[in-house]
T-cell receptor
Framework: KAGVTQTPRYLIKTRGQQVTLSCSPI?????VSWYQQTPGQGLQFLFE???????NKGNFPGRFSGRQFSNSRSEMNVSTLELGDSALYLC??????????????FGSGTQLSVL | TQLLEQSPQFLSIQEGENLTVYCNSS?????LQWYRQEPGEGPVLLVT?????EVKKLKRLTFQFGDARKDSSLHITAAQPGDTGLYLC??????????FGTGTSLTVIP
């Protein structure tokens, strides 16, 4: 069973640009969530999608947005990039609703550097 | 915001030593999970604890969920270099949202 796939693996952008990151969940998983990881702030929740609907949202500005397609693949977009957006962006999929506790399966992430 | 604080933040020990990592919060969680993350990779789930007071063992790793479901600990016996990584606790609330801890970076020196 293939794991969670995130593309691209690395990305370098300049301030003011926008970027789109992609995530393909594990086959059969219907929930996709996104996290931002930085050395100073740790892992912070961005948003979660289930069946193409945003189910939860973290405390990030409106420049951060996402969507989920009918095949459960998800994209997140960051507009007007700032230096502070440099981070590892992680996508996690889960089989929701599950009979037991929800478990997250993470991709390897997209390392975004904003210059 | 439901904060999870982990201690210590950094830990460097010799192979064969024992260690304990703590995860504390003022919030109650419906479940708590521990993940390990290696450089350049995403976190990998190690264990899920659900019941207050629950203890789970995974080979040399022992996980405990506090009675009040607000805190947890991870104990590693006879640490090995392969245990090196970033250990993250994550609490899930009744709204099915996950909150991750600040992380503990463990280095086991051969």
């Amino acid at each position: 069973k293939a794991g969670v796939t995130q593309t691209p693996r690395y990305l370098i952008k300049t301030r003011g640009q926008q970027v789109t990151l992609s995530c393909s969940p594990i086959s059969g998983h219907r929930s996709v969530s996104w996290y931002q990881q930085t050395p100073g702030q740790g892992l912070q929740f961005l948003f979660e999608y289930f069946s193409e609907t945003q189910r939860n949202k973290g405390n990030f500005p409106g420049r951060f947005s996402g969507r989920q397609f009918s095949n459960s693949r998800s994209e997140m977009n960051v507009s007007t990039l700032e230096l502070g957006d440099s981070a590892l962006y992680l996508c996690a999929s889960s089989f929701y609703p599950s009979a037991g506790v929800e478990k997250l399966f993470f991709g390897s992430g997209t390392q975004l550097s904003v210059l | 915001t439901q904060l999870l604080e982990q201690s210590p933040q950094f830990l460097s020990i010799q192979e064969g030593e024992n260690l304990t990592v703590y995860c504390n919060s003022s919030s109650v969680f419906s479940s708590l999970q521990w993940y390990r993350q290696e450089p350049g990779e995403g976190p990998v789930l190690l264990v899920t604890v659900v019941t207050g007071g629950e203890v789970k063992k995974l080979k040399r790793l022992t996980f405990q969920f506090g009675d009040a479901r607000k805190d947890s600990s991870l104990h590693i016996t006879a640490a090995q270099p392969g245990d090196t990584g970033l250990y993250l606790c994550a609490g899930q609330n009744t709204g099915n949202q996950f909150y991750f801890g600040t992380g503990t970076s463990l280095t086991v020196i051969p």
